[in-house]
């Protein structure tokens, strides 16, 4: 059984960080492209950043420059550095991972619970 385990939301005020954490646990075979996505209330899921298992990263337009997100191969996790954060900023965050478990010829798509992060103004 593959999971993702997020943590590290909470609430911040505007111009503040704030770190995420996900960490992919399991029968994994191969860990490929990882990302965070939010979705506020009454919006849709939206991409934020990924990040290949070579490093190549994403953003979203919306957090160029203020967002970085980075992994760490060796302990199956990604991170999402939050700075300068805005009220709109204010979501449930989740982690997305392309997972090939050792029980299957292929990957699957799978998501983290969500974390809440909420920036008061």
């Known amino acids: 059984q593959v999971q993702l385990v997020e943590s590290g939301g909470g609430l911040v005020q505007a111009g503040g960080s704030l770190r995420l954490s996900c960490a992919a646990s399991?029968?994994?075979?191969?860990?490929?492209?990882m990302g965070w996505y939010r979705q506020a209330l009454g919006k849709q899921r939206e991409l934020v950043a990924t990040i290949t298992s070579g490093g190549s990263t994403n953003y979203a337009d919306s957090v160029k420059g203020r967002f970085t997100i980075s992994r760490d191969n060796a302990k199956n996790t990604v991170y999402l550095q939050m700075n300068s954060l805005k009220p709109e900023d204010t979501a449930v965050y989740y982690c997305?991972?392309?997972?090939?478990?050792?029980?299957?010829?292929?990957?699957?798509?799978?998501w983290g619970q969500g974390t809440q992060v909420t920036v008061s103004s």
């Open positions: 997305n991972a392309d997972i090939a478990p050792w029980a299957a010829i292929r990957s699957y798509d799978y």
């Open positions: 399991g029968s994994i075979r191969r860990l490929n492209i």
